[in-house]
RNA sequence: CGGGGCGUAGCUCAGCCUGGUAGAGCACACGGUUCGGGACCGUGUGGUCGGAGGUUCAAAUCCUCUCGCCCCGACCA
């Protein structure tokens, strides 16, 4: 391809709604061009890189067994009534009319759509597992978009979908469906990670995202050099260290103790002369079907994810202060277990294990000091609702646990029967009996994946492209175009790379060569071959690596050769 | 949805506080000099100042409303 024939524009400066660098270098190199908050076009570089990814993931797919069909974007409301999601997805589900005002979803996910499809055709365990896949454009109408293309409104995923009559069959083909995100991932030379992860509204019972790591990423990762690993919203912890000793005999019942204005807990420990985890911190939540008080450590924070799945609900938020008040008759900021009625009381085994304890008295104004769990107050519930933290005992080996950020890329999870079942999509048994087919379901976000790359893979010039994704290997730059030997050699070898089989991009562009450097550099492609005045006079092409961009001459006859070595270690 | 910020030329931004003929750099066009790491000189093209309403002799500038975009939070597969 020829640059002056292409349609590709760079950017001298960054976009000024740019964040995060994946977005400031697929726009600056002419890769994505932002049309609305969170959408995006592929420009046709960009497009390039997508398209890549997409055969990879479509070349493990297939291995592992799935079969590709396309979805609409554009379903019926019915079926999404069917399932219950219609009233259960919120807001990010685009609803639309036609014009005949009949309702239709623009789908963020396609469970109804597949499970319709299956349930019509399939009605035997003979004509199971089934494992079918797309990749198409989606549609969440996110709140909030950022990053570019790392949490855009419309992008593009592939999705698969599996259908089984045995708990086992479904776990074969999770095994699969994870080793060939392990190759997808592996052949795009991406540093990865799969963690055990919550299941979110989705549903099911087991679930594992795989997490690109980087800084930018938005999700949290708890992980051991033993192998676990799991999404902070879900991971465990071994035991904690216990706090220090309490400093004062332990009383037979708890004292208040006038603590006037001071009611986050750092403010109380330093008042009372306590640790903060000595302390009960105490939530007072709201559901989508009661008030809940969830109780951890003074030095933890409560895991909403965690918490949400303990109290078996969808939506969860802080209660508001008037509720606050009402349940504990004490101002907000003074909450406590003690003597509380009427509510469920969910407690974090840590709290139960401390010896003695400090909290609110649900009284303004006042704490209660030597609380001692189990004796002054029972939680209905106990159960883990803390958030991990870093240097948290492994749950598997005990070593320090570390947190790191990552890009969700992929997220398999098993569904069980939650769709199957509401939608009747049965088979029969070789007894003729009918059961709710058991379901899996594989996403893995193609843009995602192409800004993650680049998330990982840049330096301060530009993108570093790893050669499964770069949009094309090497860069051909004729330095002095209206030089004639210099044009001819550069066509030339232009001509030779493409019959090599090279995909090649040459900037033939009439322009001073520190733009087509700077250029080069930018969009990254892993070797870059020059030409110049000097060099073709001694009959030599100049080449390098963008990764390391160390300069090797090479005689111009084998400079095919050459570039394919080069692109061998790229 | 709460808090904050920004909308001025294709891009990045100044001008707004304190109302008075709309600016810079880059890009683009033409001429010339240059040509191995984002050249230089000259000339030139290009803007309903996001939109509507209001105040005023006069509004990019002040006021009201509205739309869009970005950040933080809440939310979320």
Same mark, same amino acid.
């Given at each position: 391809?020829?640059? &002056?024939?292409? %349609? ?6 960054? #976009? ?32 390039? &890189? ?9 070349e493990e797919l297939n291995t592992a067994g799935a079969v590709e069909l396309v979805m609409p974007s554009v379903a019926p409301a019915e079926l999404w009534q069917e399932s219950g999601r219609w009233q259960a997805y919120g807001k990010e589900l685009l609803r639309i009319k036609d014009r005949h005002d009949r309702e239709f ?20 365990? !003979? ?19 950022? %990053? ?35 190759? /997808? %991932? ?25 997490? /690109? ?28 260290? $216990? ?5 004062? $005999? ?12 001071? &009611? ?16 009960? @911190? ?6 989508? @079907?009661?008030?809940?008080?969830? =109780? ?19 939506? =969860?938020?802080? *209660?508001?202060? *008037? ?29 139960? !294990? ?18 001692? $769990? ?38 398999? %999870? ?16 070789? @007894?003729?009996? &009918? ?15 192409? *800004? ?21 290997? /090497? ?16 066509? @030339? =070898? ?17 322009? !001073? ?12 492609? #892993? ?24 300069k090797v001459t090479a005689p111009l006859a084998d400079a095919v050769a050459k570039a394919r070595e080069l692109l061998e270690s790229a």
């Amino acid at each position: 391809m020829r640059w &002056s024939t292409y %349609f590709l524009y760079t950017l001298r400066d960054n #976009p000024s709604d740019a964040e995060v660098i994946s977005h400031q270098l697929l726009a600056r190199a002419g890769m994505i061009d932002k049309v609305a908050a969170g959408i995006y076009t592929y420009l046709p570089l960009g497009w390039r &890189s997508v398209e890549k990814l997409q055969r990879i993931v479509r070349e493990e797919l297939n291995t592992a067994g799935a079969v590709e069909l396309v979805m609409p974007s554009v379903a019926p409301a019915e079926l999404w009534q069917e399932s219950g999601r219609w009233q259960a997805y919120g807001k990010e589900l685009l609803r639309i009319k036609d014009r005949h005002d009949r309702e239709f979803v623009f789908g963020p996910t396609h469970e109804e759509v597949i499970t319709d499809a299956v349930r019509r055709r399939v009605t035997s365990y !003979r004509q199971l597992p089934t494992n079918l896949y797309q990749v198409t454009t989606k549609f969440r109408d996110e709140i909030r978009p950022r %990053f570019g293309l790392m949490r855009g409104r419309e992008f593009i995923m592939k999705d698969a979908y599996s259908f089984h009559a045995s708990a086992e069959s479904l776990d074969e083909t999770y095994r699969a469906m994870e080793r060939a995100y392990r190759r /997808v %991932f592996d052949r795009c030379k991406l540093s990865y990670t799969a963690v055990e992860a919550d299941t979110g509204n989705i549903g099911g019972s087991e679930s594992h995202e795989f997490m /690109v790591l980087a800084s930018t990423g938005e999700d949290a990762v708890a992980a051991c050099a033993c192998g676990y690993g799991a999404n902070v919203e879900k991971a465990i912890t071994g035991p904690i260290a $216990p706090p220090p000793a309490w400093p004062a $005999p332990v009383p037979a019942k708890p004292e208040a103790v006038h603590t006037p204005g001071a &009611s986050s807990v750092a403010d109380v420990a330093a008042f009372l002369k306590l640790d903060a985890a000595h302390f009960i @911190k105490t939530m007072i939540v709201e559901t989508d @079907k009661e008030f809940a008080v969830a =109780l951890v450590r003074g030095d933890d924070e409560v895991n909403e994810v965690k918490l949400k799945n303990v109290l078996d609900c969808t939506h =969860l938020a802080l *209660a508001s202060e *008037a509720r606050i008040e009402q349940l504990t008759g004490g101002a907000m900021g003074f909450s406590g277990p003690v003597g509380l009625t009427g509510v469920r009381v969910v407690a974090d085994p840590e709290v139960m !294990r401390l010896a003695v304890a400090a909290t609110g008295a649900n009284r303004a104004d006042h704490h209660l000091v030597g609380v001692v $769990p189990g004796r002054d107050f029972t939680p209905e519930v106990v159960a883990d609702v803390r958030v991990a933290r870093i240097g948290d005992p492994c749950p598997r080996c005990g070593a320090p646990l570390d947190i790191k950020r990552g890009i969700e890329v992929g997220h398999i %999870f098993k569904l069980g029967i939650k769709y199957s079942s509401k939608m009747a999509c049965n088979y029969l048994d070789e @007894k003729g009996l &009918s059961h709710p087919m058991i379901m899996g379901c594989y996403g893995l976000g193609i843009g995602r994946t192409v *800004a993650a790359a680049v998330e990982q893979n840049h330096d301060e010039h530009g993108i570093v492209w790893p050669r499964p994704l770069a949009p094309f290997e /090497v860069e051909l730059i004729a330095l002095n175009p209206d030089v004639p030997a210099v044009r001819d050699a550069a066509e @030339k =070898l232009y001509a030779d790379l493409q019959a090599a089989g090279v995909e090649v991009f040459y900037d033939d562009r009439d322009e !001073r060569p520190g733009v087509k450097f700077n250029d080069a550099d930018l969009i990254g492609f #892993p070797v870059r071959v020059v030409v110049g005045k000097k060099g073709v006079e001694l009959g030599q092409a100049e080449l390098s690596l963008r990764r390391d961009r160390v300069k090797v001459t090479a005689p111009l006859a084998d400079a095919v050769a050459k570039a394919r070595e080069l692109l061998e270690s790229a």
